[in-house]
């Protein structure tokens, strides 16, 4: 069975520290998607990147990296030069078929202080 | 705007009401998934529907029922309601392939008193 953890209930920084949300997932599949979303607030679920099993290049948006190493089973998310702003939950999640429903995580609770 | 909309935004009725939660997908998009979020429960898969079929459950209480209409656009229906069913209910769309992703509504928070 598929199953996504998020050991980090809640996490708290300081404006300009880089923080690491760490995401572990469980699947039987050899082809799978896992994603990161994030919460603000005002409740609605933004989208922030989606990666396939066969892509395991790291990739980094502008002050957001994603580490994914399948020896691990394992997709952390920094954020480097937090802002207040990033405070929010972030949710890991887990497709293992293309078009199946997303399975995720319990979400990490990021609050970033100035 | 996601493209994915959801109606109403705020729902508060009483124990043992019935309500219906709607939610039109993404323009293009023939798949809708509802999630349940409580506080200790957190995101929930509750049912998908691909195309007008049902095609799979996830932890969906027998109180609780969908369907997808010709036009696409989905229902979930709650009834016979308890104050644990609290919670934003969300919707979302894929194309069906689900390579392009998952697109979500902004969710009806629903209070049940």
């Known amino acids: 069975a598929q199953k996504v953890t998020q050991a980090q209930t809640e996490i708290s920084v300081v404006e300009k520290e880089d923080v690491t949300l760490d995401c572990v997932y469980e699947t039987r599949d050899t082809t799978y998607y896992l994603f990161w979303y994030k919460q603000p607030p005002s409740g609605e679920l933004v989208f922030l990147i989606r990666r396939n099993s066969f892509d395991e290049q790291n990739e980094i948006s502008g002050r957001y990296s994603w580490n994914f190493q399948k020896s691990t089973s394992s997709f952390n998310f920094t954020i480097t030069a937090s802002q207040v702003v990033d405070s929010a939950v972030y949710f890991c999640?887990?497709?293992?078929?293309?078009?199946?429903?997303?399975?995720f995580g319990k979400g990490t609770t990021l609050s970033v202080s100035s | 705007d996601s493209g994915v909309t959801q109606t109403p935004k705020h729902l508060i009725t009483a124990t043992g009401q019935r309500v219906t939660l709607r939610c039109s997908p993404r323009s293009g998009d023939l798949s809708v998934y509802w999630y349940q979020q409580s506080l200790d429960q957190g995101l929930q898969f509750l049912i998908q529907?691909?195309?007008?079929?049902?095609?799979a459950k996830g932890n969906i209480l027998e109180r609780f029922s969908a369907q997808q209409f010709p036009d696409l656009h989905s229902e979930l229906n709650l009834s016979s309601l308890e104050l644990g069913d609290s919670a934003l209910y969300f919707c979302?769309?894929?194309?069906?392939?689900?390579?392009?992703?998952?697109?979500f509504g902004s969710g009806t928070r629903l209070t049940v008193v």
């Open positions: 529907y691909y195309n007008g079929e049902e095609r």
């Open positions: 999640a887990l497709s293992e078929k293309a078009g199946t429903a997303l399975i």
């Open positions: 979302a769309s894929s194309l069906g392939q689900g390579v392009h992703g998952y697109t």
